[in-house]
């Protein structure tokens, strides 16, 4: 029993700390996910060790379910907060990160975990995969601001957007190396892979996330006065569409991760300019930050005692060194139009930080087949995510206020030559 009412002590405490922590620090370079690893960190090697093991990562199934819920809470938190109407040139640099970048970075980091970590092509795919998709939780530095607030410029747009459909679309790689991993039971195992594990799932994910986006969206907006959603002023509503669009989608072998982002898009089209979109997005935000704090102490924690980190070797370092330094960069570099001013490329290609729904991924494919180096992979997962938690946060808000300065300085110049023509 003490215990128990020492973990709630020290998750009250938690809770106030990352409420506080943000305003304390504004001025400084520090990102919440920082302050919330210190914490784990800090909690894992006091008087508190025993409550800290209690609530670790000891368990895959915990793992997969605390960071896939996370996760697809984000992605309705990202979805409600973009402004800016679907379309083929609106999303032109989404397109070119989703369709070039990542595609080749998978292909290149599942090179580079063959060659330094010498893992197997079914572990170097899974290994890539899972760490393809940016972070929606941990990206709030470099995402747009709520809905209607006109913070939505390319760098943030592209950023937010990319990591909104990324989590999702990692899914057939992830399942790909599943594949290879289970090719000696099921021989026939490409063609099922194409058929159900890209065409289907994908094409699931996007049709029942709009159906579900826009029947909300009507239940919300267009029913009589008295029946509309939107009556409520529940900002939990945004809670009930995303576990909804997710689970229906499941249930048809669907990406659910797709389907929650493109039901939030979906809903936003319904009626796109109502005050209520602010009150779903803040309490996703809310919610959001509650899961990711609760996950990242106790990730902090897991690491400063070694549970994920237990395979961590030179190979590794240089491994998690290449992925950041070199893969992401330069893959986000090549897939973006040299008409992009050069501080604008840099920014989308560098800062694609990697999170949690990179641990997602490699507890739940670890739970469907039997995978080589298991330990060497979770040992990189979890070294990548802490230094790009760490760099990232670091330099995320000089670099952008750099060029927020910069965007300005242009836009004055340029009204400083209209006026004098």
């Not at 368990?59 to 605390?66: D, T, W």
């Not at 896939?68 to 640099?93: C, H, Q, S, Y």
């Not at 607030?149 to 592209?158: L, S």
């Not at 057939?172 to 090719?183: D, G, S, W």
Request: net charge neutral; hydrophobic share 55%; proline share 4%.
């Amino acid at each position: 029993m003490e215990h128990y009412d020492i973990t709630l002590g020290l998750f009250g405490l938690v809770i106030l700390l990352t409420a506080w922590i943000p305003m304390a620090f504004r001025r400084l370079p520090l990102s919440l996910p920082i302050f919330c690893i210190a914490i784990g960190a800090l909690a894992g090697h006091s008087i508190l060790r025993p409550i800290v093991d209690l609530a670790s990562f000891d368990s895959r199934l915990v793992i997969e379910h605390m960071t896939e819920f996370t996760v697809i809470v984000a992605l309705m938190g990202a979805g409600l907060k973009i402004d800016r109407p679907i379309g083929l040139r609106n999303w032109a640099l989404t397109w070119r990160l989703l369709g070039i970048a990542m595609p080749l970075g998978i292909a290149v980091m599942a090179a580079g975990a063959s060659l330094i970590l010498g893992l197997g092509a079914a572990s170097a795919i899974l290994l890539a995969a899972c760490l393809a998709p940016t972070d929606p939780v941990l990206a709030s530095d470099v995402q747009v601001g709520p809905p209607e607030t006109g913070t939505e410029d390319e760098v943030r747009f592209a950023l937010t957007s990319e990591a909104g459909l990324n989590d999702g679309l990692s899914f057939p790689f992830v399942y790909l190396a599943i594949a290879i991993a289970l090719a000696s039971d099921e021989p026939d195992w490409f063609a099922g892979w194409l058929l159900l594990d890209v065409l289907w799932r994908l094409f699931a994910g996007v049709v029942m996330g709009w159906i579900v986006g826009k029947v909300l969206g009507f239940a919300t907006f267009r029913l009589p006065k008295g029946a509309a959603l939107v009556r409520t002023g529940d900002g939990f509503v945004a809670l009930g569409i995303t576990c909804l669009a997710y689970s229906l989608t499941e249930l048809v072998h669907g990406y659910g991760f797709v389907a929650v982002f493109v039901a939030a898009l979906s809903f936003r089209t319904v009626e796109r300019h109502h005050d209520f979109h602010k009150e779903l997005h803040d309490f996703s935000e809310q919610i959001e930050r509650l899961l990711m704090m609760v996950l990242l102490v106790c990730f902090g924690a897991a690491v400063s005692l070694g549970q994920f980190i237990a395979d961590l070797d030179w190979r590794v370092l240089a491994f998690a060194l290449f992925v950041l330094a070199i893969a992401r960069p330069a893959t986000g570099w090549v897939s973006l139009p040299s008409t992009l001013p050069k501080g604008e490329r840099a920014a989308i290609a560098v800062f694609g930080i990697r999170g949690l729904g990179s641990i997602y991924y490699l507890a739940f494919a670890t739970g469907v087949a039997r995978f080589e180096e298991v330990g060497v992979m979770w040992s990189a997962v979890a070294l990548i995510v802490l230094i790009s938690i760490v760099t990232h946060g670091l330099t995320v808000t000089p670099a952008m206020h750099r060029l927020d300065r910069r965007r300005k300085s242009i836009v004055r110049a340029d009204e400083a030559l209209r006026a004098k023509s």
